[in-house]
């Protein structure tokens, strides 16, 4: 049976080991429920995850490891010629094999004794084999009379884990069941068991998390060293060239190296993150200043919500506009008034990406002002200070500290920003000061080295990841710096 | 007692005259919105003086006191009718100007606000806002004056520039009294100063009410009638919206008249 009618299957046991507890309590302490430790539904929960979780976890874990050991089961058997055979062409055979497998459950029950015979010995193999040609499984020109058999024998291996993990999925739910259903009596503290497995099923979804996000660091990571063991780190960090070389063919002949160089790319990102918040920081906090200061409940309510949906556009469609709109007008502008601005520059990224981040800035701004205490301006305005002079000289300034972690974490946005910046910054690692000039980013360079029918295993593909490593590190200090101000803050007037 | 609470404004007993009053409301409404908090308050408050407004919660007197300094302007939907004039002067009149109306009537609140500034910032906030210092001299005389005067300057001399959230409870009260008087007021309302504060503070913010008395004409608003007794010259008292009954405090607190006070007063409820 597959997994899924497994899970089907013990659903519905677990259903009747509800039921059929439910009843067994209640008759434990004959209808006087007040009497049971737990509340009555406790003891049905009680038995249903015994008999649902151990089988379900069985079977879970068979499916996931399954593949692996009836692989190895059939390369096992496979004939010392192929065993022999280069990783590569191992791999292949283990493909045709595969095709076969799947061919076969196709057949016809007669068609299929007619394989079984061929597999035992009874028949010559070449029956098998137009069978199968008949069927459309592709057998390569000259099929091997072992690529058939394996087949055929991963086919039987697989019929018997699947009768085999069926049987024991069924044992368990029945033994959990029994256990569950005979350990009921009015003190068994049902409520518990079942609060901790709630419990560990939560703890096992944020470990997962966890562990994912740890997996991910690692992996970088361990790519990370294995394109250090080709390229010095310095040279990749204070490097000021940047000229990969992608290995063509005639390349790889002429033996030139690439150059890695971190700093120009790390310059365009750091320039366009600074003119996109060039942009944002001024707008976004007189736009915040404006709305929790000025504006009357009405406006707000509906100003936020609309300067917040700017947040949900996706950014490709800002990189579309950068590329089809914006860009082109900078450089007629540029044009009118005989200022050469390229249309993909670090001005076009920036701004846009500045009109992006906006609400980060705004909205989390206007949070912040909104949290200064009410008695801070009362205290003001006691003194005969104006609404103005309030604003500057207690408001702003109480509020700086979370403002400023808002201006970071709006920062780490428009660093991390990829969509943007690939359609509106160029491409060029340029090391330029002039913002008509086109740069480009290091996430820019990411998707460039990655794009493409490429092998993982040469430094010009293994920079991606030392790239998004230094990003990731990046991003990652300027949140924890921003959110450790935030919170600074906040506690300020808790 | 129902009947009693709709009682008409003529009917609050006034108990002693006041000649010469520093500020005298006359048939003062406050409405927040379609709601009435405030009734014809009819009251003269004398000048270099301690004035108590007692009375149960919500029953207006916050609201009264705000009145003073038009606090509450900064509330969209509170209107003020009837007429408040401080010395002579109408403080609703069209051509006055709030801001100065303001670092007249000073203001310290019931939880202890100090700006997250300098204590020495805190102190020059008005001054510098009203240009009432030509130089720096001028203001370090200012602020260290204000703080001697709210008997925190021995406290503090030696950390002027540390920020005024880092001082104890009580202190920071006496800060934004001492705020409150470098802008050179004449009125000082005070809602609920010390109910923040220890018996240890609240025992040295009477001490300076006490002494600011003598130069300052000061309303306070208090839940402690031990407090009112300790440092009020006159008692007003409130009770849902209206002021019910006005004199000397040892006259209230020994020989009230209405009977609401009575219950108040004799613990009855509120
Ligand atoms: N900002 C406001 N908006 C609406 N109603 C208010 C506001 N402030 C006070 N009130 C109402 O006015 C009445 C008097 O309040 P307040 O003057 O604060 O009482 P007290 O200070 O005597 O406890 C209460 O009923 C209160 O609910
Ligand atoms: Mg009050």
């Known amino acids: 049976m597959s997994t899924w009618l497994i899970t089907v299957g013990l659903l519905a046991a677990a259903a009747a080991a509800y039921l059929l507890s439910l009843f067994k309590a209640r008759a434990t302490v004959k209808g006087e429920v007040s009497k049971l430790h737990s509340r009555l539904g406790y003891y049905g929960s009680y038995a249903a995850i015994w008999t649902i979780l151990p089988a379900l976890l069985i079977t879970f874990i068979w499916t996931a490891a399954e593949p692996q050991v009836i692989r190895s089961l059939v390369e096992k058997d496979l004939p010392q010629s192929v065993q022999s055979q280069p990783d590569a062409l191992k791999s292949l055979a283990l493909g045709r094999i595969a095709s076969v497998a799947e061919g076969l459950p196709k057949l016809s029950e007669d068609e299929f004794k007619v394989v079984e015979k061929a597999r035992l010995g009874f028949a010559p193999m070449t029956d098998a084999q137009n069978i199968l040609q008949e069927k459309g499984v592709v057998l390569g020109s000259t099929p091997e009379p072992y690529v058939i058999s394996a087949g055929y024998d991963q086919v039987i291996y697989k019929q018997n884990s699947r009768w085999m993990i069926t049987g024991i999925a069924a044992l368990l739910a029945v033994l959990g069941f029994a256990y569950s259903y005979f350990s009921i009596r009015p003190r068994l503290k049902a409520r518990n068991t079942v609060e901790n497995v709630v419990l560990g099923t939560l703890i096992a979804a944020s470990t997962v998390a966890i562990l994912t996000t740890v997996g991910i660091v690692f992996s970088v990571l361990f790519e990370t060293i294995h394109f250090f063991s080709e390229v010095p780190p310095a040279e990749f960090f204070f490097g000021t060239v940047w000229d990969p070389r992608f290995t063509s063919v005639g390349r790889e002949l002429s033996g030139a190296e690439g150059q890695f160089g971190l700093i120009p790319l790390l310059w365009g990102t750091l320039f366009i993150s600074f003119v996109a918040l060039l942009v944002a920081v001024p707008i976004g906090l007189f736009a915040a200043i404006y709305m929790s200061e000025y504006a009357g409940p009405k406006l707000r309510g509906f100003a936020k919500p609309v300067l917040e949906i700017l947040a949900g556009i996706p950014t490709i469609v800002y990189g579309l506009f950068a590329l089809v709109t914006f860009g082109p007008f900078l450089r007629d502008t540029g044009d009118l008034i005989g200022l050469d601005i390229a249309a993909s520059s670090v001005l076009t990224a920036g701004i846009v990406m500045g009109i992006m981040i906006i609400p980060f800035v705004s909205s989390l701004s206007d949070d912040i002002i909104s949290s200064v205490p009410q008695a801070l301006r009362e205290g003001s305005y006691g003194l005969g200070a104006t609404k103005s002079e309030t604003i500057k000289k207690v408001v702003l300034p109480a509020a700086l500290p979370g403002i400023v972690g808002a201006v970071m974490l709006a920062a780490s946005r428009a660093i991390g920003e990829t969509m943007i910046v690939v359609l509106a910054a160029g491409i060029a690692a340029n090391l330029t000061l002039n913002p008509f000039e086109p740069v480009t980013t290091i996430t820019v360079k990411i998707v460039s080295q990655l794009t493409g029918d490429l092998e993982f295993n040469s430094p010009q593909t293994l920079v991606a990841f030392a790239l998004g490593l230094t990003l990731f590190a990046i991003t990652l200090v300027l949140n924890i710096y921003a959110l450790y101000i935030v919170r600074k803050y906040r506690e300020q007037y808790d | ?270």
């Open chain 2, 1 to 270: 007692m129902d009947q009693q609470v709709a009682t008409p404004a003529s009917s609050a007993i006034i108990r002693s005259a006041v000649d010469d009053p520093k500020v005298t409301s006359k048939d003062v409404c406050v409405f927040y919105g379609e709601k009435q908090a405030l009734f014809d308050v009819n009251l003269d408050v004398p000048r270099n003086a301690v004035t108590a407004l007692i009375g149960p919660s919500g029953c207006g007197k916050s609201t009264y006191l705000r009145c003073i300094n038009r606090m509450n302007d900064t509330i969209p939907i509170a209107r003020v009718t009837g007429e408040i004039k401080i010395d002579g002067q109408d403080i609703y009149d069209p051509d006055l100007d709030v801001v100065e109306l303001r670092a007249r009537v000073g203001m310290v609140f019931q939880k202890p606000n100090p700006f997250p500034k300098s204590i020495f910032d805190n102190i020059a906030y008005g001054p510098r806002i009203h240009g009432l210092v030509r130089d720096k001299t001028d203001l370090d005389e200012l602020v260290s004056e204000s703080l001697e005067r709210a008997g925190l300057w021995n406290e503090v001399k030696d950390r002027l520039h540390e920020p005024g959230t880092g001082l104890s409870g009580g202190q920071q009260q006496r800060l934004c009294i001492a705020r409150a008087i470098a802008t050179k007021p004449d009125v000082i309302l005070m809602d609920e100063p010390c109910s923040a504060l220890d018996p240890i503070a609240t025992a040295k913010v009477e001490e300076l009410m006490l002494e600011l008395r003598q130069n300052y004409t000061i309303m306070i608003v208090t839940h402690s009638m031990a407090q009112a007794q300790r440092v009020a010259d006159k008692t007003a008292f409130f009770h849902i919206g209206y002021m019910v009954e006005y004199g000397d405090t040892k006259q209230i607190f020994e020989d009230p008249q209405d009977k609401r006070t009575q219950d108040y007063i004799f613990g009855r409820f509120g």
